[in-house]
């Protein structure tokens, strides 16, 4: 059972990347799945979390109408579409599974961590 987080890498202010998280050894489809992330000195935010429960989604204000959450239970990924992207992005990037379907309980089987840096 886990998770690998990829797609990490140095990108200029206004440029996109496209994280991937590769689920492993349990049902996908059953569970909310997020992205969260920790920059140095800062406490690990959630970013966005897709629901299993509705299908709904969540992100936090910083990233909205920036970043998009998607997963495909059929190829267990799960996916984190990040557009014009900041400084304040840098951060290590993680993917991480709910106890449940909703988005609302602990995040409790994480993946590595996929660092991403935004910087001219």
Known sequence: VQLQASGGG???PGGSLRLSCAASGFTLDLYGIGWLRQAPGKER???AC???EDGSTL???SVKDRFTISRDNRKRMVYLQMNNLK???TAVYYCATQEGSSC???YDLWGQGTQVTVSS
Request: aromatic fraction near 6%.
């Open 45 to 47: 935010e959630q970013v």
């Open 87 to 89: 400084p304040d992005d």
């Open 59 to 61: 992100y936090a204000e």
């Open 50 to 52: 897709s629901s299993a």
């Open 10 to 12: 140095l990108v200029q």
């Open 104 to 106: 609302h309980a602990q």
